[in-house]
């Protein structure tokens, strides 16, 4: 069974802090995604990577980063963590035109 | 404007019914329009997705249609089963991107026993 794993379900962190959201996909898909999704919106798309090493700003990049050293993971990090990054955080594959796979998501709450 | 709505925001049938859930969209150039179903709390999943030269495609008691004259599409659930209360997101992607997804806010439907 295909799978996009996030590595956390729920975290809460301080204001400030630097934060790492972790996704690993084990379908050799070439493209990565992270979004948030905020009640009463669309999901919007924060970076995405079309192949290692490579990132692109998505529509929301203002406050994130992305790390992509191996095909498989794809790291999102706050580099100061604020309250109004607050939200659900969702990572997705996709190879060529095919359907986005997603993970669970994480929650994220910043106090 | 790229923009995708949907219709209602919410609902609430019975067990069994069927509903209609409504997107249209400004979008263009068109490439494809995907409907995904999302539970609390969890990832979106894939139900269709329908290119320009399709006009209905059906995934169980899951149908979903297309009219790109109009740019419209509906689902439509059949007999309605208590699995089936979630969120359920319209999505159109840009012809010659895999990357640019125009999304929808999303109908939260419940089904009630």
């Known amino acids: 069974d295909v799978k996009v794993t996030q590595s956390s379900r729920y975290l809460v962190k301080r204001t400030g802090e630097k934060v790492f959201l972790e996704c690993v996909q084990d379908m050799d898909h070439e493209n990565m995604f992270w979004y948030r999704q905020d009640p009463g919106l669309g999901l919007r798309l924060i970076y995405f990577?079309?192949?290692?090493?490579?990132?692109e700003k998505g529509d929301i990049p203002e406050g994130y980063s992305v790390s992509r050293e191996k095909k498989e993971r794809f790291s999102l990090i706050l580099e100061s963590a604020s309250t109004n990054q607050t939200s659900m955080y969702l990572c997705?594959?996709?190879?060529?035109?095919?359907?986005?796979?997603f993970g669970s998501g994480t929650r994220l709450t910043v106090v | 404007k790229n923009q995708v709505e949907q219709s209602p925001q919410s609902l609430i049938i019975l067990e069994g019914k069927n509903c209609t859930l409504q997107c249209n969209y400004t979008v263009s150039p068109f490439s494809n329009l995907r409907w995904y179903k999302q539970d609390t709390g969890r990832g979106p999943v894939s139900l269709t997705i329908m290119t320009f030269s399709e006009n209905t495609k059906s995934n169980g008691r899951y149908t979903a249609t297309l009219d790109a004259d109009t740019k419209q599409s509906s689902l439509h659930i059949t007999a309605s089963q208590l699995s089936d209360s979630a969120s359920y997101i319209c999505?159109?992607?840009?012809?010659?991107?895999?990357?640019?997804?125009?999304w929808g806010a999303g109908t939260k439907l419940i089904i009630k026993p």
């Open positions: 999505v159109v992607t840009l012809r010659d991107s895999n990357y640019q997804l125009i």
């Open positions: 990577s079309y192949d290692v090493k490579m990132k």
């Open positions: 997705a594959s996709s190879s060529g035109s095919q359907s986005y796979t």
